[in-house]
């Protein structure tokens, strides 16, 4: 019986050490700036290729799904995501640790991340068909046109000014264009210089924004004491999970749909899940900004459902997810598995053990994710005076790490800068780093959107508002754009004042 598979790795002692070291050591993987989950599953594919199928795949699906819980860690103590699907947390994250609160944040932030992973393998298991072929229903326009509304997102994700945000992220999307160009290898925004000819590491970017720039900004408070942090309990309330869960849920939702389509992932799930749950929260305890926990718990779960979402296509279609489920189909494939609509025909028992592999690790997830937290928020209790140059230091080894360059180090430190003055200035920079995740989105289906449309911005538009799934997009961003203008705000105002 095929469903049997599913509890193989269970009941396996091999396959079951397998997933727990690969969870346990994803998610200090991803904790540690600059060595990312994708990094760590593709080396492992040297080692792997000469092991049983079972064997390496329930090591990567562990290290897959620890790594992508595991940037939450390093985000909330630090202000330094050590994934990118982690930026989102750190914004509610790191106030919550700077109120003394950062054990009360990782245990909520490890459980709601193991409620969005059981909900994307839920997905996975019973709509994994319809999903995929809601997924394959996208055009270029429309990633076109999903990428333009993460854009405009950023409105919500820079206080009041949607002009400060706008600006942010077209600098995000600047940046992220600096390089040769992908089609025609001409040089942009290069300045003649060889070294920008590779682009600008996103990592190096990521780091300096938030790591270097938040050290850069505590400095002046060096002589201050170190928050004291109260760990009264680790594992959440039942009563704060039952509070939480309608937004995890839903957040869970966007963050499987948004994984499914391909070339996304989780970093995009978190941010749109962060800006959908600031928009539907009415009356939060704290601002979002200043450690609003449906601010924490929204991108949690949205980046861990889009594991399963990310596998959607990948078993289905034979199209990856994302970067990590890209390499996982090279792994397949090396062991004589052809990952697509056959493999679900003819290897249908593979499918149910990567379904119970997904669930063991989350599983693990939750264990691993619920311990040592207390020995951990010392690092937040450490002086001032040794922890903003511990910052540095981890920024400066994770920058370098990436592309072992010391040009990635300059531009790290340079970028740290640059968000110091943002910060003082009133700018945020998660519009930034938002920008430069959706650049080559933006540039790759901009392009093939022309070219499917035969170079005619008329056939681009007509097409927009004859396809269904065109003409929504682009009515969600009219009226994301519209809702942030002072004309909405005053009509609002206009026509439901507010009760005396």
Known sequence: MDFAHFFMSWIDLQLLSLVAIGTFAGIYVGAIPGLSVTMAVSILISFTFSWEMYDALSLMIGIYMGGVYGGSRTAILLNIPGAPSAIATAMDGYPLAQKGLAGEAIGLSTTMSAVGGFVGIAVLGFAAPAVSEFALTFQPRDYLLLAVLGILLVGSLSGESLVKGIFAGALGLTIGCVGLDPLTAQERFTFGQIELWGGISFIAVMIGLFGVSEALQQLQHVDSEAVKQVIRRIVPQWSSVVKYLPISMQSSLIGVIIGALPGTGGDIAALMSYDYAKRVTKNPEVPFGQGAKEGLIAPEAANNAAVGGAFVPMLTLGIPGDAVTAIIIGAMFIHGLNPGPMLMIERPEMFWFILGALVLATIFMLIFGLTGIRLFVKIVELPRAVLF????????????????????????????????????????????????????????????????????????????????????????????????????????????????
């Open 389 to 500: 140059p511990l910052i540095l230091l981890l920024s400066i080894v994770g920058a370098f790490a990436v592309n072992n360059s010391i040009i990635d180090v300059y531009f790290m430190l340079g970028f740290g800068v640059l968000g110091y003055f943002m910060k003082m200035y009133g700018y945020q920079i998660g519009p930034v780093i938002l920008g430069v995740i959706l650049s080559r989105l933006i540039d790759d289906n901009w392009r093939r959107a022309i070219i499917s449309d035969q170079e005619s911005l008329p056939r681009l538009f007509h097409g927009i508002f004859t396809s269904p799934l065109s003409a929504v997009l682009m009515i969600a961003v009219i009226l994301i754009f519209v809702s942030n203008t002072p004309l909405w705000s005053w009509g609002k105002r206009k026509l439901f004042p507010a009760q005396p």
